[in-house]
């Protein structure tokens, strides 16, 4: 963690319900569309044995969303909400975007009471031990710029582009 984190945030109430408006199968397939890319493959064997079937909930309190999938043996997959997942992690949304980033603890925000695990406790331990161990800065503007992306799938084409400034540049480096 480089910053001090921002002061805790909640999003307003009348946000909140308008997005619990929102049905959760596609908030949940967007989620698994961008784990699988950004996480899936980095994660070690002996993690994705243990998920393997396991039915995984992610709660954003305070936008009242939820999103559920499992691990199908190969990458995760959404599925209706569950009436009682394996794992179900809930925090604020302004925490979620904390960890994404890595500006933020998550044992910081558990022990703050922030961050909410229930359920199997060692599939939570587990979980959040493999995403302590990745190296990906998940919501780093620059790691997700057009040429960063082309530079890890098609460093071919990266060479070939003509100098582009970077998303940190055009809207400079905001904590």
């Known amino acids: 963690m480089t910053a001090t984190p921002p002061a805790p945030f909640t999003l307003p109430a009348p946000v909140g319900a308008v997005l619990a408006r929102l049905p959760a199968y596609p908030g949940s397939l967007l989620l698994v569309t961008a784990i699988n890319l950004a996480l899936a493959k980095q994660l070690p064997d002996d993690v994705k044995a243990l998920l393997h079937g396991k039915r995984i909930s992610i709660r954003v309190r305070d936008a009242r969303l939820g999103f559920d999938f499992t691990w199908n043996g190969q990458r995760f997959a959404p599925s209706q909400p569950y009436a009682e997942a394996d794992l179900t992690i809930s925090a604020n949304a302004q925490d979620f975007l904390l960890l994404a980033q890595r500006r933020q603890d998550p044992d910081t925000l558990f022990f703050n ?27 780093d503007p620059s790691h997700w710029s057009p040429r960063a992306v082309l530079q890890r799938k098609a460093p071919h084409l990266a060479r070939q582009l003509p100098a582009l400034p970077s998303l940190s540049t055009l809207f400079g480096n905001r904590p």
């Open 113 to 139: 009471r922030r961050l909410v695990m229930e359920g199997d406790t060692e599939l939570g331990l587990v979980v959040k031990n493999a995403l302590d161990a990745l190296e990906l800065p998940v919501l």
